[in-house]
């Protein structure tokens, strides 16, 4: 079974950065598709960026422009850079595979406050 360890929240002032990872156990990370989700209570857990194999992603609309979704096949890792941190960004962020959803890992704390 996959295990997905994400690492790198914290607390961050709104305009603020940081850098989310996510590693994965296993070996099939470097042949599927990648995503970042997040939750707050309360809320559905959402999508905000893909990393495809062919080094492509996607955003939803409201993180575009401000996250960078990279990846790492060698070292089974992903990587999210927030940039214009907003307080909104506040959540519960984690690591899947879109196409072929594992269990999900304990996910990492990002706290937005001034």
């Known amino acids: 079974q996959v295990q997905f360890v994400e690492s790198g929240g914290g607390l961050v002032q709104p305009g603020g950065s940081l850098r989310l990872s996510c590693t994965a156990s296993?070996?099939?990370?470097?042949?599927?598709?990648v995503g970042w989700y997040r939750q707050t209570p309360g809320k559905e857990r959402e999508i905000v960026a893909r990393?495809?194999?062919?080094?492509?992603?996607k955003y939803a609309e409201s993180v575009e422009g401000r996250f960078t979704v990279s990846r790492d096949n060698d070292k089974n890792t992903a990587y999210l850079q927030i940039n214009a941190v907003k307080f909104e960004d506040a959540a519960v962020y984690y690591c899947?595979?879109?196409?072929?959803?594992?269990?999900w890992g304990r996910g990492t704390q990002v706290t937005v406050s001034s």
């Open positions: 899947n595979y879109p196409t072929m959803p594992m269990a």
């Open positions: 296993g070996n099939i990370f470097r042949i599927l598709e």
């Open positions: 990393s495809f194999m062919g080094g492509t992603s």
